[in-house]
């Protein structure tokens, strides 16, 4: 089973303070990954693609990936409340099929 | 059109009906997908296609789902003798190419009684 893990949350943290959020998966052949928000209700949007080691910034976020240690994180800086979300991280080692995680659930306190 | 649109936006059916559900994607987006979410879960993989064929069905979970997309546009999942462990929300996406992302529909909200 090709697994995918994020921390369920709830992640709290302060209006204006870097939000960390984790993902690693265990299929070493992995080539792209992604980023997704959900609101509650609503269906996820992209907000994120990286496909190479390193960082990947835009504009509050960036997406930073280790493929050595199958590690892929978004930090989202000024967090603000309307960041109050789940957030996917999704991998493909097909380029197409996404193996989406549970999500981790973001609340950013005023 | 501007976005994906999935018709209906809820469908309530009774254990062993037939459903169907509508994926139009955003015009000219050849790839389209089909992905479940339940709840608490992340969207899983049921379904890829490139153009009208189906690149990749190995995430349908059993016979009774089946999706076609027969002019290349708008596809259409279908699920035979519904089960209550269908219910879910049935997401489609589309994008020009894979490697673009995918821009998910608003889903549509199956529950089986």
């Known amino acids: 089973q090709k697994e995918v893990e994020q921390n369920s949350g709830p992640l709290s943290v302060p209006e204006g303070a870097i939000a960390s959020l984790n993902c690693t998966y265990s299929?070493?052949?992995?080539?792209?990954f992604f980023w997704y928000r959900q609101y509650s209700g609503k269906s996820p949007e992209l907000i994120m693609s990286i496909y190479s080691n390193g960082d990947k910034e835009d504009g509050r976020f960036t997406a930073q990936l280790n493929k050595a240690s199958q590690y892929v994180s978004l930090l989202i800086r000024d967090s603000q409340p309307s960041d109050s979300a789940t957030y996917l991280c999704a991998v493909t080692n097909s380029g197409y099929a996404l193996n989406f995680g549970k999500g981790t659930s973001l609340l950013v306190t005023p | 059109g501007a976005g994906v649109s999935q018709t209906p936006s809820n469908k309530v059916t009774e254990k062993g009906k037939y459903v169907e559900l509508r994926c139009d994607p955003i015009s000219g987006h050849t790839a389209l997908y089909w992905y479940r979410q339940s709840l608490g879960q992340g969207p899983e993989f049921l379904i890829y296609?490139?153009?009208?064929?189906?690149?990749?069905d190995s995430g349908l979970p059993n016979d009774r789902f089946f999706a076609v997309r027969p002019e290349g546009s708008v596809s259409t999942l279908k699920i035979q003798r519904t089960e209550r462990g269908d219910s879910a929300v049935y997401l489609c996406?589309?994008?020009?190419?894979?490697?673009?992302?995918?821009?998910f529909g608003s889903g549509t909200r199956l529950t089986v009684v």
């Open positions: 296609f490139q153009g009208t064929g189906a690149a990749d």
């Open positions: 996406a589309s994008s020009l190419s894979p490697e673009d992302g995918y821009t």
């Open positions: 299929d070493r052949v992995s080539q792209s």
